[in-house]
């Protein structure tokens, strides 16, 4: 069936340094990758998606990338602040099933002063 | 304007009780889906809808979960026959059209089954 892996599971980062997350899928008909952050108590929110027509999409410190052969996709976050400190999740679609998106299981981002 | 709300943010209830969960979407937004999280665990879909029309539930996870849509606005998920493992978060995504479209996301509903 359709799966997202996601790693690393725990992350932990000093201020201003990088942080990258891995994810790859199994579903070669997914074609839309969104990414969010979820703060404790809050639901998911969407910091940045790419498709499949695209190898790559930035958004100030926030950047994402794609390879649709490896299937695999990356988010790549930049100069962290401690207010990135939260739980990131990875998904993916297909373009019909009304765009249900499939998970990964998540990253907990701890980024220290 | 306002996001996705869902109501109640909290619900205790004894297993085998019945409870009903709220969702309002984003006004005007045609696809509402439900996603069941597990703690620690990602968002896992459960069903979704287009309009009134349930048109995908094969996430629900037995026949105790039943979800509806009758005027294609807000949605109610009910669980009957409660039991503990259906502790979850319970979250609430609308987006304008559906597919490849941005999901908003509701600030979920935390049930504990006792």
């Known amino acids: 069936g359709e799966n997202v892996e996601q790693h690393p599971s725990t992350l932990s980062v000093q201020e201003g340094d990088s942080a990258v997350i891995k994810c790859t899928y199994s579903?070669?008909?997914?074609?839309?990758f969104p990414w969010y952050k979820q703060e404790l108590g809050k639901g998911p929110q969407l910091i940045i998606d790419i498709r499949s027509n695209v190898g790559e999409k930035k958004d100030q410190r926030i950047a994402v990338t794609l390879n649709k052969t490896a299937k695999h996709f990356s988010l790549h976050i930049t100069e962290t602040q401690p207010e990135d400190s939260a739980v990131y999740f990875c998904a993916a679609s297909r373009g019909n099933q009304g765009g249900k998106l499939i998970f990964g299981q998540g990253t907990e981002l701890s980024v220290k002063p | 304007g306002a996001g996705v709300s869902q109501s109640p943010r909290y619900k205790v209830a004894k297993r085998g009780q019945d409870v009903a969960l709220r969702c309002d979407p984003i006004?005007?937004?045609?696809?509402l889906f439900w996603y069941q999280q597990a703690l620690g665990q990602g968002p896992e879909f459960l069903t979704y809808?287009?309009?009134?029309?349930?048109?995908?539930k094969s996430g629900l996870p037995s026949d105790r979960f039943f979800a509806e849509r009758p005027e294609g606005s807000v949605s109610t998920l009910k669980i009957q026959r409660t039991q503990q493992e259906d502790s979850a978060v319970y979250l609430c995504?609308?987006?304008?059209?559906?597919?490849?479209?941005?999901?908003?996301f509701g600030p979920g509903t935390r049930l504990l089954v006792l």
């Open positions: 579903d070669s008909a997914s074609n839309y």
């Open positions: 006004s005007g937004h045609v696809s």
């Open positions: 995504a609308s987006s304008l059209l559906g597919q490849g479209e941005t999901q908003y």
């Open positions: 809808f287009q309009n009134e029309a349930q048109l995908d």
